[in-house]
C-alpha cells in the first residue's frame, strides 16, 4: 500500500528496468531505487536488514525475501475457519459481533482464487458466499434472537447479508427501547413505593407522640386535687362551692350539675 501510494511499485515487481547508464533518466531512476531500498531496509529486522544490504536492485531484494519467507496460504485459512466456526455474540452486541464476522471474512475472500466469469456462474458463487455467511451470523447470534431468526430463514430469496445484519440491529434497538421503558416503571413503582413507606413511618411517629401525649394527659389526670369536703375533683375547699356558696346567676340545674359532675 505504501509503495503504490508513493508511485514506486514498479520497482519490486520488475516491471521498472534500469535504463542504460548513460541513458538521462538513469539518475533519476537509480535515485529512486535507493529509496524503495531504504524503505525495504528500516522495515525488516536488523539481522535481515545486514543480509540485503549488497544487492543492488529492490527487485532482486523483493525476490530474495518472496523466497526465503514464502509459505502457503494452507494454515492462515484453517485458522480463520476455525475462528469462523467457534465464533459466537456471547456478550457482544451485534455491531461487534458482525464486525469481527467481516474482518474473518474478508480476510478468507482474499486467500480464496476467484475463478473467470462464464455465463453468469459469477453470480452463482456470489450467491452462495452470501448465504454462506447470512448462516454464519445466524448460528451465532444468542438464542434471545431465535424469533428474528427464524423470520430470516423464512425468507426467499435470503436477503445480502448487509441488509441482515440491519435487520436484527434494529431488533436490538427496539429491546433496549423497551428494556428502559420497564426500567422506568420499575424506579417509578420504587419510588411510590419508598414514599408509602416513609409515609407510613411518619404517621407511626405521630401516633406515637399523639399516644404519649394522651398517656400524659391521662396520668397527670390523676393528680388534680381534690377537695377534702365534698371529695370531687378539681378544687380544694377554699374554692369548694357548697362551702363558700355558689355564685350568682347560676340555676338549679346547673348547681345539681355541679353537684353530681365536678
Not at 65 to 74: E, M
Not at 142 to 157: F, G, K, T, V, W
Amino acid at each position: 500500500m505504501a509503495l503504490t501510494a508513493k508511485n514506486k511499485l514498479t520497482f519490486v515487481d520488475n516491471t521498472c528496468l534500469p535504463p542504460k547508464l548513460d541513458d538521462l533518466l538513469y539518475g533519476a531512476w537509480n535515485r529512486c531505487n535507493s529509496m524503495v531500498i531504504s524503505w525495504i531496509l528500516t522495515s525488516v529486522s536488523r539481522e535481515i536488514a545486514d543480509s540485503l544490504m549488497y544487492i543492488p536492485t529492490a527487485s532482486e531484494i523483493w525476490i530474495d525475501l518472496r523466497d526465503r519467507f514464502h509459505q502457503s496460504n494452507a494454515p492462515r485459512i484453517f485458522q480463520i475457519k476455525k475462528l469462523l466456526t467457534g465464533l459466537h455474540q456471547g456478550s457482544m452486541d451485534i455491531n461487534a459481533y458482525y464486525t469481527k464476522l467481516r474482518t474473518l471474512w474478508d480476510e478468507l475472500k482474499d486467500f480464496q482464487h476467484v475463478s473467470v466469469c462464464n455465463y453468469g456462474s459469477m453470480k452463482d458463487w456470489a450467491n452462495y458466499q452470501n448465504q454462506e455467511c447470512v448462516m454464519q451470523f445466524l448460528m451465532g447470534l444468542n438464542e434471545s434472537y431465535a424469533q428474528i431468526r427464524a423470520q430470516i430463514l423464512m425468507m426467499d430469496p435470503i436477503p445480502v447479508i448487509s441488509k441482515i445484519f440491519a435487520l436484527v440491529v434494529q431488533e436490538e434497538k427496539q429491546r433496549s427501547i423497551h428494556k428502559d421503558i420497564i426500567g422506568s416503571s420499575v424506579n417509578l413503582y420504587t419510588d411510590q413505593h419508598s414514599l408509602t413507606q416513609q409515609s407510613s413511618v411518619v404517621a407511626a411517629a405521630k401516633g406515637n407522640q399523639y399516644g404519649k401525649e394522651n398517656q400524659y394527659i391521662k396520668e397527670n389526670s390523676s393528680e388534680r386535687p381534690t377537695c377534702s369536703h365534698c371529695h370531687l375533683k378539681g378544687h380544694t375547699i377554699d374554692k369548694c362551692y357548697k362551702v363558700h356558696g355558689y355564685p350568682v346567676g347560676h340555676s338549679k340545674y346547673k348547681q345539681q350539675q355541679w353537684n353530681s359532675g365536678r
